[in-house]
């Protein structure tokens, strides 16, 4: 077996977006969100992931997987391979929009279901060791949870380092899925979940059309430019620096040297600043 890289774009839509095997979402959420006897989640509607701008002119966006159970509630799951800026702010965006779109022109507030978010980080997100954690909209005193329509879920994979023999419970196998599939040639033993089962074979890049795996290489080429150019971004910001920091220095140099009272050249000699900079330097240092 050959199994793809779950953090994968095309990997991550084709396992937990996929029509066909819905059992894999559901055994992932019921996992995930701890949901027991009656609460768990036997249905689900896998919903469009564009999420269309609610006033003229505002930002659209497009989610990874969507859906909704018999409740009407929604679930966001999110991939995020690196760390963008205003990634906690984006977050209560997509729920905050989703939750929002449920209604439409005149109707009551009380239709309204919850929307619960799970963002699966390969990025270390926040403080603490849980890889596993669950933010809620409490009272600051009491802890009351009285506004219950939003739940945030994050999944934070650098922190889970459990091996395949460690492995204890549902959730523990689904984030073991995750991060490790690429790297698994056979099926993991113990695999007595349904859901899980599906996504292995899902993942299984053997039984991937070509179509399929052309879409995977080009979003993994993809993926691999856009960390060459954060990494391209980020070796130019440290030169920048270097180059600032130097000339700032040099300044410095030039300034003491102007008080000792050398000439323009010897100073430029020393310090590399052009005449005319050393000569807006004695002004300044006048002034």
Partial sequence: MQFADIKNDI??????????????LISFL???????GNKQISWVEILNPYQMPIVLG???TILDVKSKDKAGN?????????EKAGFAKRAVFYSAKSYSSQLNVGDDYYKLKPTIFIGILNFVFLEGANYLSRHLILD?????????????????????????SELQNLVEKWIYFIKNAENLTVLPPNLDDEGLKS?????DRHLWTKAELDAYAYARMRETDEKAREMLVEERGRNQGKMEGK???NIEVAKNAINKGLDNETIAAITGLTV??????????KE
């Fill in 11 to 24: 990997a991550f839509r084709k396992i937990f977006g996929n029509e066909n095997k819905k059992e894999i």
């Fill in 30 to 36: 019921n996992a995930v969100l701890k949901l027991e």
């Fill in 58 to 60: 505002a930002k659209s």
């Fill in 74 to 82: 929604e679930y966001i799951v999110e991939m995020q391979v690196t």
């Fill in 140 to 164: 600051a005193e009491t802890q009351e949870h009285k506004l219950k329509d939003l739940d945030f879920n994050f999944i934070e994979l650098p922190k889970f380092n459990k091996t395949e």
């Fill in 199 to 203: 996504a292995y074979t899902e993942a």
């Fill in 247 to 249: 000339n700032l220095r």
């Fill in 276 to 285: 005319e900079q050393i000569e807006q330097l004695r002004k300044e240092t």
